[in-house]
């Protein structure tokens, strides 16, 4: 059974960036795809970006391009996502979510990180 | 980018009924379709993978369906855990997009 824990909530100035962590125990991490999400306050789920270890593939939301980096360290099973330009509009809940590949659905969550744009 | 809608945006049913949440993609994509269950303050589940089949777990009450750019989650007999918020996902191998989301609620 995989868990994801990540990284506690944070609270930025607009125009700084954050970064969130994901680590996984459990299974291989590079064997599986870690994708991020995020949820405004009320709203729904917007796909961010993806990684998929093992292969070094990555892939960006169109509305995200040029403003996300996900990465990941296989050493210590961990995938990190950067949001820099931050705006108030990227307060959100972030998600990071295992995938078995890159077309299959999202199976197991993190908790969920909360970051506040004040 | 695919774009997912889902109607109705809320579906009020009474407990014991069935429910039924669409979701329509903007162009044909096969079969690689999900939904999930949003509870307030947790992290989606998913529920139903590959338009039709249930996670580990999923009550049989759950069911997918669909083909090319409409796809339906039904929920046979309502219980009340079931009364939250849920999300269509297409995904593939180069990219992923979510629907706005159903809030199912109780009637």
């Known amino acids: 059974q995989v868990q994801l824990v990540q990284s506690g909530a944070e609270v930025k100035k607009p125009g700084s960036s954050v970064k969130v962590s994901c680590k996984a125990s459990?299974?291989?991490?590079?064997?599986?795809?870690i994708t991020w999400v995020r949820q405004a306050p009320g709203q729904g789920l917007e796909w961010m970006g993806r990684i998929f270890p093992l292969l070094g593939i990555v892939h960006y939301s169109q509305t995200f391009q040029g403003r996300v980096t996900v990465t990941a360290d296989k050493s210590t099973a961990t995938a990190y996502m950067e949001l820099n330009s931050l705006r108030s509009e990227d307060t959100a809940v972030y998600y990071c979510?295992?995938?078995?590949?890159?077309?299959?659905?999202?199976?197991?969550w993190g908790q969920g990180t909360l970051v506040t744009v004040s | 980018e695919i774009v997912m809608t889902q109607s109705p945006a809320t579906l009020s049913v009474s407990p014991g009924e069935r429910a039924t949440l669409s979701c329509r993609a903007s162009q044909n994509f096969g079969s690689n379709l999900a939904w999930y269950q949003q509870k307030p303050g947790q992290a989606p589940r998913l529920l139903i993978y590959g338009t039709s089949t249930r996670a580990t777990g999923i009550p049989a009450r759950f069911s997918g369906s669909g083909s090319g750019t409409e796809f339906t989650l039904t929920i046979s007999s309502l219980q009340s855990e079931d009364f939250a918020v849920y999300f269509c996902h297409h995904y593939n191998n180069w990219g992923e997009t979510f629907g706005q989301g159903t809030k199912l609620e109780i009637k």
């Open positions: 979510a295992r995938k078995l590949t890159l077309a299959d659905a999202a199976d197991s």
């Open positions: 459990g299974g291989t991490f590079s064997n599986y795809a």
